[in-house]
C-alpha cells in the first residue's frame, strides 16, 4: 500500500513516463547510485515542488561538478 496521495495507477503512469522518456539513463532511484542527475530516491522530501517542476521542465540546466566532462588538449594540439 502506498503511503502517499497517489493511486497506484498513478505512481505506475509516473515510472511508464519516466522509462519512456529515457530518465533513467540520467537519474538514479535507489538512492546508492550516482549518476549524471540528482538521486532521486526520497526527492519529494529534499526539494520544493517548484524545485522538482525545475528539474523536469530543464532536466540538463544542472549537472552535479563531479559529472562534469572535461576536454585535456595537448601542447601538440592534440586530444
Known sequence: MLTNAFSENTVE????L????TCLV???V???MEMLGDNL????RRLSR???LEKILEPFNRIKPS???IR???KTGRC
Open 67 to 69: 559529472m562534469m566532462a
Open 30 to 32: 535507489d538512492g546508492n
Open 18 to 21: 519516466f522509462a519512456a522518456h
Open 72 to 74: 585535456v588538449i595537448k
Open 13 to 16: 503512469a509516473g515510472k511508464q
Open 26 to 28: 540520467c537519474y538514479a
Open 41 to 44: 530516491k526520497d526527492v519529494g
Open 50 to 52: 517548484e524545485k522538482i
